[in-house]
């Protein structure tokens, strides 16, 4: 295999799956650049100076799991259908295979202590999980135990690696349990309630201070306790914030005598921010950060807490913040989330004191585009929108109004190469946060449970509409349509219902057609997550059945439909059934509508490798309606 490689901060647009090593030396994640090829980046993070990324060969499967080691070694597991491949990559030395199974779902969880390097939690469809720890010598995965159920989370109790908290998850309430790997069984941990789901988020060994999350108080809430302590759990006020996540990402480096501090991501829509928590004080203590999205993972130590961070015009990169210089400064005024970061369109330079972000891509030619949050009126309260364009978006000579996937998904304020490419395109973006979205509290996400095409497209139609007539007003062309997956479903039923004149043209990638149709094709995974969100209930009102095949005669504007050759979440049969509609129908192909199929291409089609060509297609024909 070839050997390790850097690569240079520029080449890199995206960056996910960030992992820390236990005494946080160490960082790991997936990166690609503009070419869609993914690879492993392993960070040196105890060194001087700023942190720089070692890119280490060969490509990635967007679907690999990480683990940073202390060493800076990375484990990677390689999934292939039931089998899964484990093995260690370090700069400079070929890749090497550590363990090889076949079961269902494999994943990995960082493991303390000396000669092991992971454990390993394999399920099937037996509904039983065997645990296993993996050293770095080469042996065989050690089988430690078979448990009944599936099981999720996984904190350690102490630092030798002997206790492990898991969150078993049955019919009933989740409930955390602990493993000991000595005994190969397993203890009840938390039981704050008979029908309570109680789950551990995080635990500082060194004191004890264990994060949790539980509905005992009779809503989900985020509590704390003293893991082992004699004391019962609390559920602080501060630490309810209706309508916003809170998620715990790192205890402060253990100092004798000192009480520990929480860092604590608030995630509220499309933006995040960062607290302060400790458990004597009834408060949080805001940091003032720059707008944007976290990566809610970290690690805090003696030289600072170590986060991902991505904002619209910055790339995905790792971010080191001084939380006591921070807080010193937490008067200060700070940009806000819903403003952008600069005046105009380009990456933002302002210093903000106690942060610096090491690896993040020098802007390209002509600047990175910046976004805002604004909310736009629905018909039923406030659509929070990230939108790009500046402050006259909405009298830019063209304007899309991009929907997500999911549904149970966002929009958020993060570099998005696909609608960076838009904008640089000269299209001014909506990517609007209908009902059904996730990030603003559960009664929202879940109103479209059971009505797929229901209150979520009466919000973009809405949206639609309002910006068309105001667009007309000022004699400018109505906007164009953009979705991915499900919002691709979603954007095809808009077109089909929305007024005359209100759409200028539809671009699609990874459409489905009904949740019926669907639920009829898709693997089992995919069955059974429609059924959970939802999708098997055919909704059905004075619009008529949600059924894009249906209402294809309805489909008149420009048509383009992108999907990947070997999609498998939503089967390629989905698109092509549409293509042989509309031909049926009469229309032209390349001329009516165009149908690109992208061979060997997944469902994430739009961060895969070639997927620059994609974006390339997507703005030119958003931007004039043709190919070219």
């Known amino acids: 295999m070839d050997a390790a490689v850097v690569r240079t901060a520029p080449q890199v647009l995206r960056r996910l799956s960030f992992t820390f090593a236990g005494d946080g030396s160490h960082a790991a994640c997936l990166a690609a650049g503009a070419d869609g090829r993914w690879s492993v980046e392993s960070w040196r993070l105890d060194g001087p100076g700023p942190a720089v990324p070692t890119a280490l060969a060969p490509p990635e499967d967007l679907r690999s799991q990480l683990l940073a080691l202390p060493d800076g070694r990375v484990l990677v597991c390689r999934h292939d259908g039931d089998r899964h491949t484990v093995l260690l990559l370090a700069a400079g030395e070929p890749e090497r295979v550590l363990a090889g199974l ?135 006020d501060c630490l309810h914030r209706p309508g916003r996540l809170l998620r715990p990402v790192a205890v402060s480096p253990h100092l004798p005598g000192v009480e520990p501090r929480v860092v604590l991501q608030i995630d509220r829509g499309a933006a995040a921010t960062l607290a302060v928590w400790r458990p004597s004080e009834g408060r949080l203590e805001p940091l003032p950060v720059p707008p944007g999205q976290w990566g ?210 539809c671009a699609v990638v990874a459409p489905f057609l009904s949740g019926a149709r669907l639920l009829a094709e898709g693997a089992e995974p995919v069955r059974a997550l429609t059924v959970r969100l939802g999708g098997e209930v055919e909704w059905d009102d004075e619009l008529g059945p949600r059924d894009v095949l249906r209402l294809a005669d309805r489909l008149t504007v420009p048509l383009l439909v992108v999907h990947g050759g070997r999609d498998e979440v939503v089967p390629v049969g989905q698109s092509r059934s549409l293509r042989h509609e509309l031909l049926r129908l009469g229309r032209a192909e390349g001329l009516d509508f165009r149908y690109v199929e992208a061979a060997g291409a997944g469902h994430e089609l739009l961060a895969e490798e070639g997927s620059a060509v994609l974006h390339e297609l997507l703005a030119v024909f958003l931007r004039t309606g043709g190919a070219d």
């Not at 993040?360 to 030619?365: D, G, N, R």
Request: hydrophobic share 50%.
């Open 102 to 236: 076949r079961t269902a779902g494999l994943r990995m969880l960082a493991a303390p202590g000396d000669g092991q390097v992971a454990v390993l939690l394999g399920t099937d469809a037996r509904a039983v999980t065997t645990v296993w720890l993996l050293a770095a010598d080469g042996s065989a995965p050690h089988r430690v135990a078979e448990l009944p159920g599936l099981y999720g989370g996984g904190v350690w109790l102490d630092a030798a690696g002997r206790l492990l908290a898991l969150d078993r998850i049955a019919d009933g309430p989740v409930k955390t349990v602990v493993l000991d790997f000595e005994l190969g069984a397993t203890t009840p941990l938390l039981e704050l309630g008979e029908g309570s789901s109680d789950r551990l988020l995080l635990c500082d060994p060194a004191t004890g201070l264990g994060l949790l999350r539980s509905d005992a108080p009779g809503v989900d809430r985020l509590g704390w306790a003293v893991i082992g302590g004699a004391e019962p759990a609390r559920f602080p």
């Open 296 to 505: 809610a993972v970290g690690h805090w130590s003696a030289a600072g807490l170590r986060m991902p961070y991505s904002a619209p015009d910055r790339p995905a990169a790792l971010a080191t913040l001084d939380v006591a210089a921070l807080l010193t400064a937490g008067t200060a005024p700070v940009p806000s989330a819903r403003s952008p970061l600069d005046s105009g369109d380009g990456w933002a330079e302002r210093p903000v004191p106690g942060w610096r972000l090491d690896g993040s891509a020098v802007p390209a030619a002509g600047g990175w585009r910046a976004a805002r949050c604004l909310e736009l009126a629905g018909p039923a309260g406030p659509v929070e929108a990230v939108v790009y364009g500046g402050a006259r978006w909405l009298s830019a000579p063209h304007l899309v109004l991009a929907l997500h996937g999911g549904p149970a998904d966002a929009w958020r304020l993060e570099f998005d190469p696909a609608l960076q490419r838009m904008a640089a395109e000269g299209l001014a973006v909506v990517a609007p946060n209908q009902r059904g979205s996730t990030g603003y509290g559960p009664e929202y996400a879940a109103a479209i449970r059971g009505a797929w095409g229901g209150p979520d497209l009466a919000d973009v139609l809405a949206l639609l509409t309002g910006l068309a007539e105001r667009r007309a007003e000022l004699g400018l062309e109505p906007p164009a349509l953009f979705g991915v997956s499900y919002g691709a479903f979603l954007a095809l039923l808009a077109t089909a219902h929305a007024p005359a004149g209100a759409v200028s043209r």
